[in-house]
């Protein structure tokens, strides 16, 4: 089960021995792209080159990204220019 920091803005991003773990500072309330912006400007400089993953919580899976793209104006589902992530 991987941690989620139900708290938001905790006081540290240093790791120590009682949290051996990055937790950032910044909230992922509404799961917009500003917010995971702001989240990756504060992860450890090695975190970046990790593969992008995306859990399914319903099967507890874990299916690393393949691409990032934006839809187009014939895409009646999110609309135009939207960005999303393939799996």
């Not at 009682?18 to 989240?39: C, K, Q, V």
Request: one cysteine or more; a negative charge; hydrophobic letters at 30%.
């Amino acid at each position: 089960m991987p941690f989620f920091n139900a708290f938001g803005n905790t006081s540290s991003k240093e790791q120590s021995e009682e949290m051996p773990f990055f937790i950032p500072m910044s909230d992922w309330n509404r799961g917009t792209y500003r917010e995971l912006l702001a989240i990756l400007s504060e992860v450890p400089e090695q975190m970046l080159d990790q593969t992008v993953t995306i859990r399914d919580e319903e099967n507890d899976e874990y299916y690393p990204a393949k691409s990032v793209g934006w839809t187009g104006p014939g895409c009646d589902t999110l609309g135009n220019q939207h960005m999303y992530v393939s799996i």
